[in-house]
């Protein structure tokens, strides 16, 4: 017993009885119970974890940021399991580590950090590791672990320069699947495809695990799918399929060989038969969205465009709970015929679309672009049919009569129908017999009322607003004067407690005069119709150009409004963009046509100067006008905390708008989105270069002031803080976190035990102390302090309100919570100021809160 008590004390002698006591101690006692809760974190981290297989699959399964804070409990007992290993049993004697057990300790205490997401504490950890041990095997996977930390920070420069150090040593054998597997998750970040694809291949030549060699194969078979390289992508899929996944990888991997269908293959009807199989099987019923969408793809590669366009109908209509793939059979549907282009048809898929497709999509804000202006260009093509309509109806007496005559007798019709078969979806039903009657009129496929696409868009618009979708702007608004008596007929047909009123409408229908009133039969009528197709046919030339670049139909615009109106107040402008569009084309002879035109018949107009020095486009009042509304239009964005849309919108000026006067504007209010939406250190970098781009600007000034600031501790927002108390917003200080309470809620008690439990369960390394005080007579606050510096105080926020454990009867009263500094906290209880310091936390830590 006494030579056991002096071996445990002893960690300075290096023989082989304290080397196995030591050895056996730190194995059993700490690093294998420390490894088993990290094991066990693992498994549920990948079984609570859920693919979307219509994106790039992740080739390394990481906890959320609502999963990292639930594990924190485990992960410290394994911080403190494996330093006590460390503190008790490490035997480093002369510069060499003895007990085999502690590189392990010490990289198992860095893999906790990375999971808490702490990985700047894991970065020291592994870069300790890398330094202090020599063993290869043990520099290796810390440098391993080092660049997967960069990854995840994305820093990649970094990470790429653990891998080539990695690479350059060697690879140990052990770690040589991962290695290479982390080098194609390093290129995918980089899109770098080529790379990814041959990293990946060489990962596979080792990988061993199972789940590992499922979810490679996987990625790898995505990844030739991308390049198109239909064969490959789908021996890979097929080799999923043959190892066996659960159901939910088996299915997609099923319906990913499909979509990697080459017409030429010899498998062309193993895959429609295995679809079809797919279709008739029951287990398959919430999964026939995804796959008519294969069906879809198999038509399309075919040549069988109608049949492929049928697939993607049944694929939208029959996806009930998969948002996101309903999303995306309306948007290939949408870029199908924005393609051909047919640009009505294509905005009315890409508006549905946007209804259900999820805003974290990573194409999300090039789609919504492209539905804005598809919407603003459809619009104009319907104001100018609609007019042109209704101008043919007020210059031919007769042809107006017959129309009208055909109209009236189909709402007697109807009425009469109506009458006989009168039920529930009445409202619905009226305007399909509309449809119905109006397809066997004289169908000039222009005026509103027989254009059964004009009708139909009506309808969906209908829909729209009164269904499942958020009201939102009506980019038919224009028509409503033509329209407003469609919309009438129908909230009053459907009025049916109103006997009297139904017998108006009923009569007014069949009168002439109730079609008449829409016709411009007088002088000021024509002059507004006239007007209408004035500024729509001048804004469709500048969408087809500026929005699509497709300068064929914006030509098109462009001289039809110059040959219909050659005295109109775009004449001038139009002969402009017709030269500017001559210059993309190359086309010689139009260039010469309007530059002679310009300066024939406008010498001194600001067009003329452009033409003859194009540096004077700076300045023209034209562009100027233009420039300031779309600036306008951005501001607004940026007012309203639209900071992505922000820089997306202050990019693409550059390229609408060359040379501009706002130039400096546009590059300083990208730079305060990139504040709301980065890092302090990204701020910084945006605001030196606005200061290096426009050094004589006043945007340069003000850029100057706020990194003074930023210098000083100081955050600068450019909303105004609603309170008056001059609080201040800094880094570097003591947080205390504030639940704010009604002064009639009795549980104040248990809420601050039930804290107490939760800092002592995620937070036991930390000396919190929870109070209450009250504020005013009817608020109270509870407190928890001190929290040390900045991103601590946001990491505590953050784990308070995930929490639906220890805190979940607080967190269901939905109280507000706050951070604050203890100099503000000063201010704050001397004023009572809890609404102010609100307004003054929700504008100043909003970013942080919700990235």
Not at 219 to 246: D, H, N, R, T
Not at 456 to 464: A, H, I, L, R, S
Not at 696 to 716: H, N, W, Y
Request: aromatic share 14%; hydrophobic share 35%; glycine share 4%.
């Amino acid at each position: 017993m006494i030579t056991i008590s002096i071996l445990g004390c002893s960690k300075k002698k290096k023989g082989f009885t304290h080397r196995a006591y030591q050895n056996t101690v730190s194995h059993y006692n700490g690093y294998f119970n420390a490894r088993e809760i990290y094991k066990s974190n693992k498994r549920r981290i990948y079984t609570e974890h859920k693919d979307d297989y219509s994106e790039l699959l992740p080739l390394f399964i990481y906890p959320d940021e609502a999963q990292a804070k639930s594990m924190y409990p485990d992960m410290d007992k394994i911080i403190e399991k494996t330093s006590t290993v460390i503190d008790r049993h490490s035997m480093y004697i002369k510069k060499h580590e003895y007990n085999r057990w502690i590189d392990k300790s010490y990289m198992l205490m860095g893999k906790a950090r990375f999971y808490k997401q702490e990985f700047f504490v894991g970065e020291e950890v592994f870069e300790y590791i890398a330094k202090a041990f020599k063993t290869e095997d043990v520099k290796s996977e810390a440098l391993i672990w080092l660049a997967r930390t960069h990854i995840e920070l994305g820093n990649l420069n970094k990470a790429e320069s653990f891998l080539d150090l990695v690479e350059s040593k060697g690879i140990p054998k052990q770690y040589n699947s991962e290695f290479n597997a982390l080098m194609a998750d390093f290129y995918i970040k980089k899109n770098n495809h080529d790379d990814a694809i041959t990293k990946l291949t060489k990962a596979l030549e080792t990988t061993k695990n199972k789940k590992d060699k499922r979810r490679f194969n996987y990625v790898l078979a995505q990844l030739w799918l991308k390049k198109k390289e239909y064969g490959k992508a789908s021996e890979l899929f097929s080799k999923v399929i043959k190892l066996k996944p659960e159901y939910n990888m088996m299915f997609n991997a099923k319906i990913s060989r499909a979509l990697s269908f080459d017409p030429a293959s010899e498998e062309k009807k193993d895959i429609k038969k295995m679809l079809s199989k797919m279709v008739k099987d029951g287990k398959n019923k919430e999964y026939l969205d995804q796959i008519h969408f294969a069906l879809a793809d198999i038509a399309f590669k075919e040549g069988n465009e109608p049949l492929g366009i049928d697939h993607l109908q049944k694929s939208a209509a029959l996806s009930v709970s998969n948002n996101k793939q309903k999303a995306l059979s309306y948007l290939r549907l949408g870029e199908l015929f924005y393609s051909k282009p047919l640009y009505v048809e294509s905005q009315a898929y890409y508006d549905s679309c946007l209804t259900v497709l999820p805003e974290d999509y990573s194409r999300y804000e090039t789609i919504y672009d492209r539905s804005q202006a598809l919407s603003r260009l459809v619009e104009n093509i319907f104001i100018v049919q609609e007019e042109d309509s209704l101008q043919k109806l007020a210059n031919d007496e007769t042809y107006r009569n017959e129309i009208i005559e055909g109209l009236v007798n189909n709402a007697i019709k109807e009425e009469e129908l109506k009458k006989a078969d009168l039920d529930n979806d009445n409202e619905f039903n009226s305007f399909n017999n509309n449809s119905t009657i109006s397809s066997n009129l004289p169908n000039t496929g222009k005026w509103y009322f027989y254009n059964n696409t004009t009708l139909g868009f009506g309808f969906t618009d209908f829909k729209k607003n009164w269904g499942d979708r958020k009201l939102g702007d009506n980019w038919r608004r224009s028509n409503k004067e033509t329209i407003a008596f469609f919309e009438e007929e129908l909230e009053n047909e459907n009025d049916s407690s109103s006997t009297d009123s139904t017998k108006i409408l009923v009569n007014e229908k069949t009168t002439a005069e109730y079609y008449l009133q829409y016709i411009p039969l007088t002088e000021g009528k024509m002059n507004v119709s006239h007007n209408k197709i004035i500024e729509s046919l001048y804004a469709l030339g500048n969408i087809y150009r500026e929005d699509f670049q497709d300068y064929k139909n914006s030509v098109k615009s462009f001289e039809d409004l110059i040959i219909r109106y050659d005295t109109c107040r775009y004449v001038l402008p139009s002969w402009y963009n017709l030269y500017r569009i001559s210059l993309l084309i190359d086309d010689d002879g139009m260039k010469q046509k309007y530059k002679t035109l310009i300066l024939n018949n406008y010498p001194e107009s600001e067009y003329a100067k452009i033409i003859q020095d194009p540096t004077y486009n700076k300045v023209t009042r034209e562009n100027r006008k233009r420039v300031d509304n779309y600036y306008s239009i951005v501001y607004n964005m940026y007012n309203d905390r639209k900071y992505n849309k922000v820089m997306v919108r202050c990019e693409k000026a550059k390229s609408i708008f060359a040379d501009n006067h706002l130039q400096d504007h546009f590059d300083f209010l990208a730079a305060m989105a990139t504040g709301h939406t980065n890092t302090i250190d990204t701020f910084k970098l945006a605001l030196e270069k606005v200061i290096l781009t426009h050094p004589e600007s006043e945007v340069s000034t003000e850029a100057k002031r706020i990194l003074d600031l930023i210098k000083k501790g100081v955050k600068i927002d450019i909303e105004e803080a609603q309170s008056s108390i001059p609080y201040t917003h800094v880094f570097n200080s003591d947080f205390h976190f504030v639940a704010v309470l009604p002064a009639e809620d009795k549980k104040t008690n248990k809420y601050k035990v039930d804290i107490s439990n939760f800092n002592l369960k995620y937070y036991s390394a930390k000396k919190f102390n929870v109070s209450n005080i009250f504020v005013n007579p009817t608020t109270q606050i509870i407190i928890v302090k001190p929290i040390k510096g900045y991103d601590g105080a946001i990491d505590y926020f953050k784990s308070f309100k995930l929490n639906k454990d220890n805190l979940k009867d607080l967190n269901l009263k939905e109280y507000e919570y706050f951070l604050i500094s203890k100099d503000n906290f000063a201010l704050f209880y001397k004023n009572k100021d809890v609404k102010g310091y609100l307004n003054f936390f929700k504008q100043n830590f909003e970013t942080e809160l919700n990235p």
